[in-house]
């Protein structure tokens, strides 16, 4: 699927639904790839979940940057990513 796809159907879920209930629905899909990381601890041969839930989250993540301000969000993640390419000692 292309990334312009993926962009408008969760344009289209934001649209459909209020920020209230993605936002609800964000907390619900971190709560369950929380559980399927614990599993997956536990239970290394079984991945098949928690492949499902990283998709869910990504797919939440993706429409909480339509609901906020994508411009700030992307300013944070660089500033962390900036701070942990210092702490790993890989920059140029
Ligand atoms: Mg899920």
């Given amino acids: 699927m292309t ?3 993926e962009q408008r159907i969760c344009e289209a879920a934001v649209e459909e639904w209020s920020y ?3 936002m609800l629905q964000a907390i619900e ?3 369950e790839l929380q559980r399927a990381i614990t599993r ?3 239970a ?3 991945r098949d979940n ?3 839930e ?3 989250v990504e797919i939440m ?3 909480l940057r339509l609901i906020f301000d994508p411009k700030e969000i992307d300013e944070w993640k660089e500033s962390k990513l900036e701070r942990l390419e210092r702490r790993l000692g890989i920059r140029d």
């Fill in 54 to 56: 990283i998709a869910d």
């Fill in 40 to 42: 997956a601890i536990r």
């Fill in 44 to 46: 290394p041969a079984d």
């Fill in 29 to 31: 899909e971190l709560s």
């Fill in 61 to 63: 993540l993706m429409q």
């Fill in 20 to 22: 209230e209930s993605q």
């Fill in 3 to 5: 990334i312009e796809r």
């Fill in 50 to 52: 928690l492949h499902e």
